[in-house]
């Protein structure tokens, strides 16, 4: 199974970017699916996650209000849609997924899976 990112990309701040992360492969155990961020040098940090139906969404209070998360289970595509972009929202950003919304999604620590990665570099 992978997790695939793309849109990444240079934005100026205060404008919008979307996210996607497509899975391909045994896709039957993605039951959460959601995405973290990391800049060089820190700690990766939770940006946000959703449920298998798409109904229930968690984002991080950095995040939360600017940035939505949805899923398309036809497409097994998760998309993160950032808007109104501060300078502080430049970072690499993964998506993960994994079978339990219990898991340490605080951390990341144990996820079934993770993406490469796609940067997000957000200018003055």
């Known amino acids: 199974l992978q997790l695939v990112e793309s849109g990444g990309g240079l934005v100026q701040a205060g404008g919008p970017l979307i996210l996607a992360c497509a899975a391909s492969?045994?896709?039957?155990?993605?039951?959460?699916r959601g995405w973290f961020r990391q800049v060089p040098g820190k700690d990766r940090e939770f940006v946000a996650k959703i449920n298998s139906n798409g109904e229930i969404t968690v984002y991080s209070d950095s995040v939360k209000g600017r940035f939505t998360i949805s899923r398309d289970n036809a497409k097994i595509t998760v998309y993160l849609q950032m808007n109104s972009l501060k300078l502080e929202d430049t970072a690499a950003y993964y998506c993960?997924?994994?079978?339990?919304?219990?898991?340490?999604?605080?951390?990341?620590?144990?996820?079934?899976?993770w993406g490469k990665g796609t940067l997000v570099t957000v200018s003055s």
């Open positions: 993960a997924a994994d079978r339990h919304w219990d898991a340490n999604w605080d951390t990341g620590y144990g996820m079934d899976y």
């Open positions: 492969g045994p896709t039957f155990s993605l039951n959460v």
